[in-house]
T-cell receptor, first 113, second 112 residues
Framework: EPEVTQTPSHQVTQMGQEVILRCVPI?????FYWYRQILGQKVEFLVS????????KSEIFDDQFSVERPDGSNFTLKIRSTKLEDSAMYFC???????????FGPGTRLTVT | DAKTTQPPSMDCAEGRAANLPCNHS???????VYWYRQIHSQGPQYIIH???NNETNEMASLIITEDRKSSTLILPHATLRDTAVYYC?????????????FGTGTKLQVIP
């Protein structure tokens, strides 16, 4: 099965601004994940989301972050007040219901200036 | 999840088999060995996984030692497009949908 798609591919924002990153599933999936990768560093888990609720979150996922699935299709990651250190690639992934595989999207490059 | 150890980098000639090793000496009985790869700045891509038997799919083969303390990912005929960072991950599937924890992986460079 194909992965998810993500929009935008690149987002530039000023420090302190809110950003919303979108993940668009190809079909109806229940499990979603957000990961991020700061340039030159490891891919880090942020949050998992199942059946419209957060099922697990990391230390990185503080009060500045939120996730939701507002219209039953798109899955969004919101950063309320961006900081310079939020600059990273943000990857959305979906979980496969039978194999538990995670299939990643192409990512959104967030640049905070 | 158990920790894995991989060499930081490897080279492979185009058309040759690429053999990427992984040590996971603390793996427990219910943990699977997964391999993902990440081509420059793209999203990680699932390759293959196994529990104790060797596995093969259209992308690669996975050889797991009998004691399960190490494994090898084999790309039978490496191409330039296989240049990527390869991650060996040990993962329990109890509960099914846990996060994937990435390490630093092996940077494979396929040379023409």
């Amino acid at each position: 099965e194909p992965e998810v798609t993500q929009t935008p591919s690149h987002q530039v924002t000023q420090m302190g601004q809110e950003v919303i990153l979108r993940c668009v599933p190809i079909s109806n999936h229940l499990y979603f994940y957000w990961y991020r990768q700061i340039l030159g560093q490891k891919v880090e888990f942020l949050v998992s989301f199942y059946n419209n609720e957060i099922s697990e979150k990391s230390e990185i996922f503080d009060d500045q972050f939120s996730v939701e699935r507002p219209d039953g299709s798109n899955f969004t990651l919101k950063i309320r007040s961006t900081k310079l250190e939020d600059s990273a690639m943000y990857f959305c992934a979906r979980g496969d219901s039978s194999t538990y595989e995670q299939y990643f999207g192409p990512g959104t490059r967030l640049t905070v200036t | 999840d158990a920790k894995t150890t991989q060499p930081p980098s490897m080279d492979c000639a185009e058309g040759r088999a690429a053999n990427l090793p992984c040590n996971h000496s603390t793996i427990s009985g219910n943990e699977y060995v997964y391999w993902y790869r990440q081509i420059h700045s793209q999203g990680p891509q699932y390759i293959i996984h196994g529990l104790k038997n060797n596995e093969t799919n259209e992308m690669a083969s996975l050889i797991i030692t009998e004691d399960r303390k190490s494994s090898t990912l084999i790309l039978p005929h490496a191409t330039l497009r296989d240049t990527a960072v390869y991650y060996c991950i040990v993962r329990s599937l109890s509960g099914g949908y846990q996060k994937v924890t990435f390490g630093t992986g092996t940077k494979l460079q396929v040379i023409p």
